[in-house]
């Protein structure tokens, strides 16, 4: 193994879709915050793993591209984990500034589908 390849150990674990790519979800340390959902293929890890800058690759454009490498809005990698089924990996992150695109300050802040009820007696809202 060079140090241009995934660990063989590891890259066995992955379950990848039909692209070749594993989800990757970005989660603020600490907090837990869930920051944004991103696309993983082997040498996007790798370069992860290897660097503790969060690497993804991006299906649009079909490239790689460092969290805030262009915005200045970064991502530090404190851990890296790989869920049970190994088709999602869990990036524990320091996010520096915005984690969306919009410039909020996570993919999850602007679509509330269903919100905490303010009790646990409140009722649940009929669709």
């Avoid at 190994?86 to 999850?108: P, S």
């Amino acid at each position: 193994m060079t140090d241009e390849t995934l660990d063989p150990t590891i890259a066995a674990l992955l379950k990848r879709n039909a692209d070749g790519l594993v989800c990757a979800v970005a989660q603020q340390h600490g907090s837990g915050e869930v920051l944004m959902v991103g696309w993983m293929d082997d040498e996007a890890l790798r370069r992860t793993l290897a660097t503790r800058r969060a690497t993804y690759f991006s299906r649009s454009r079909q490239e790689y591209w460092v969290k805030g490498e262009t915005s200045g809005h970064a991502q530090h990698v404190r851990e890296v984990r790989l869920d049970c089924d190994g088709d999602t990996v869990l990036l524990i992150v320091d996010q520096v500034g915005a984690a969306c695109h919009t410039g909020d300050r996570t993919c999850f802040d602007a679509r509330v589908l269903l919100a905490e009820a303010s009790s646990p007696s409140d009722p649940a809202p009929r669709p």
